[in-house]
C-alpha cells in the first residue's frame, strides 16, 4: 500500500521511516518532506502543500490513508478536506484541533470538562492584561492564544518582564494573529513530561512517556523553542502517574470530545506538569505528535505503526497494545545559526552517517540543494539513540552528533540531564 505524511519537519521524517518499515507498506509519500526523506528508504518527496491538491493527489494515487504531521495544515481544515473527499486520514478535524489552535479554547475545555490545569484568565486588550499582572504578581506565564510554532510561551520570573510580554504580543503585534488574544496562567512548579496517545474517538491507546528540553541554552537556561531535545521514557511517569494521567486526563479529554459533537480522531498530546507530591496539572493539548519527541518515542516502538493506525481508523484501538524496547532513547537538536530568533539558511551540512542499528539522524530544517545537503530552517537535524539506560543513550547520541558540522551549529549538551540528577541513570 501507499501511505502519505503531510509536513517537512523531523516529527514527519521519523513517522515516515517508521510507516516505511512496514512490510505492508510499498512507498511513504511525503509532502512536501526534506533531505532526509528524500533519501530515506522506502520514501519519496512530493512537491505538494495546498489542500486540494494533496486531496487530488491521495485520490489519484489510491492512498491507502493520509498522517497528518504538523498542526497548521490541520488548523486549516485539511481532515475535513480528505472527509469530504472520502478520503482516509488520520487526525482531527478543524474544529476538533482547537484544542491545540486556541489556548483558551482548550482551557475552557478543561475547566468544563473537570480536566486539571492552572488557573488563568485571556484578554485582547493590554490594559486588561496589565491590570490582571499587576494583580496576581509574578512569576506568571504568558500565552499567544494561536499557533506560534512551540514560541508563543514565556515564563516571566517578574513583573517586568510579564509587561513586556503582554506589550510584546498585545501592543507591538510581534506574534502576529497568534497573540491577538493571550492566555495568562499561574506558574506551576515540578517536573514537565509529555504524554501522547492514538485516539479513535472513544478509545486512546498510550505511547511510551517522554521528555522534552524547551529551553535554548544547557540548564534550561534562554529562550523558549519548538524544543532542543528529548528522551523516552520520562522515569518522572511512574506507573502510578501513568494510570492517573489516562484516568484524570486522557479519557476526560476523549469523553468531552465526544460530548461536545467532534469525537477525537488522532494523536493527542498532553503537555504535562507534575509535582513531587505527584500532583499532575495539563499546560497544553496539542493535536499531533510532538517535536522532538516523536523521535525518540518512534526510534521504541516495535509494534507496526501502520497496524495502530488502521485501528484508530476504524475505531478498534481497545483491542491492541503497542510493544516497546525497554532500551531508553535520546535525541539531539541540532539547530542553525541564529536559532531560534533568525535561522540562518543554505549553511552546508557534512558528516551525516549512514543509518545505525541503534540510531538515526532525523532531518527537520534540511533541503537538496545539488549534491549537497543544507539548512533550510531552525531545528536542522535530531540525532537519535538507543542505550541501556539514560546515561548510555545520551552518551551515543553526543558521539554521533560531535561527527556533524555545518556553520554556525549550536545544540545543548545537557539532554537527559533532569533524569540523571535525580539518579535516574
Not at 185 to 206: T, Y
Request: with cysteine; net charge neutral; aromatic share 6%.
Amino acid at each position: 500500500m501507499k501511505l502519505l505524511v503531510i509536513g517537512s519537519g523531523g516529527r514527519e521524517h521519523a513517522l515516515a521511516w517508521k510507516l516505511a518499515r512496514s512490510p505492508r507498506v510499498s512507498r511513504v509519500l511525503v509532502a512536501p518532506g526534506n533531505a532526509g526523506t528524500e533519501r530515506e528508504d522506502g520514501v519519496a518527496n512530493i512537491a505538494l502543500t495546498a489542500i486540494p491538491d494533496l486531496v487530488e493527489f491521495a485520490r489519484k494515487e489510491a492512498v491507502a490513508f493520509t498522517v497528518v504531521g504538523p498542526e497548521a495544515p490541520l488548523a486549516e481544515g485539511i481532515v475535513d478536506a480528505f472527509h469530504a473527499a472520502g478520503l482516509r486520514i488520520f487526525g482531527p478535524t478543524r474544529s476538533a484541533a482547537q484544542l491545540e489552535s486556541s489556548k483558551e479554547y482548550a482551557k475552557r475545555f478543561m475547566v468544563r470538562h473537570g480536566i486539571p490545569t492552572a488557573a488563568y484568565a485571556a484578554f485582547s486588550e493590554a490594559a486588561a492584561a496589565h491590570e490582571y499582572v499587576d494583580r496576581t504578581g509574578a512569576p506568571v506565564v504568558i500565552k499567544a492564544d494561536g499557533l506560534a510554532a512551540g514560541k508563543g510561551v514565556v515564563v516571566a520570573t517578574d513583573l517586568e518582564r510579564a509587561h513586556a510580554a503582554v506589550d510584546m504580543m498585545l501592543t507591538e503585534g510581534k506574534m502576529g494573529a497568534a497573540g491577538r488574544r493571550v492566555v495568562i496562567e499561574e506558574c506551576l512548579e515540578g517536573e514537565e513530561a509529555s504524554f501522547i496517545v492514538l485516539a479513535d474517538g472513544r478509545h486512546a491507546l498510550a505511547l511510551a512517556s517522554s521528555q522534552d528540553h524547551k529551553r535554548l541554552l544547557d540548564g534550561d537556561r534562554g529562550p523558549n523553542t519548538g524544543g532542543m531535545g528529548a528522551y523516552s521514557p520520562a522515569p518522572v511517569v511512574t506507573p502510578d502517574i501513568h494510570a492517573r494521567v489516562m484516568r484524570e486526563v486522557i479519557q476526560p479529554a476523549i469523553a468531552g470530545m465526544e460530548k461536545d459533537g467532534q469525537p477525537y480522531l488522532g494523536f493527542l498530546y498532553a503537555g504535562l506538569m507534575i509535582t513531587g507530591e505527584g500532583r499532575i496539572n495539563v499546560l497544553e493539548f496539542n493535536c499531533r505528535l510532538g517535536d522532538p519527541e516523536t523521535q525518540p518515542i518512534l526510534l521504541r516502538l516495535k509494534s507496526d505503526l501502520v497496524r495502530l493506525i488502521e485501528h484508530a481508523l476504524g475505531g478498534t484501538l481497545g483491542e491492541v497494545e503497542a510493544d516497546w524496547d525497554t532500551r531508553v532513547a535520546l535525541g539531539i537538536v541540532l539547530a542553525a545559526h541564529g536559532y531560534p530568533d533568525a535561522p540562518r539558511k543554505g549553511d552546508v551540512v557534512s558528516g551525516l552517517p549512514a543509518a545505525g542499528e541503534d540510531y538515526h539522524v532525523f532531518h527537520a530544517g534540511t533541503a537538496v540543494n545539488g549534491k549537497d545537503v543544507v539548512t533550510s530552517g531552525g531545528r536542522v537535524l535530531c540525532v537519535t539513540a538507543l542505550g541501556a539506560n539514560v546515561r548510555a543513550a545520551q552518551r551515543r547520541a553526543y558521539e554521533i552528533a560531535q561527527g556533524i558540522r555545518f556553520d554556525g551549529m549550536q545544540y545543548r549538551g545537557d539532554i537527559g540531564h533532569r533524569a540523571l540528577a535525580a539518579g535516574r541513570r
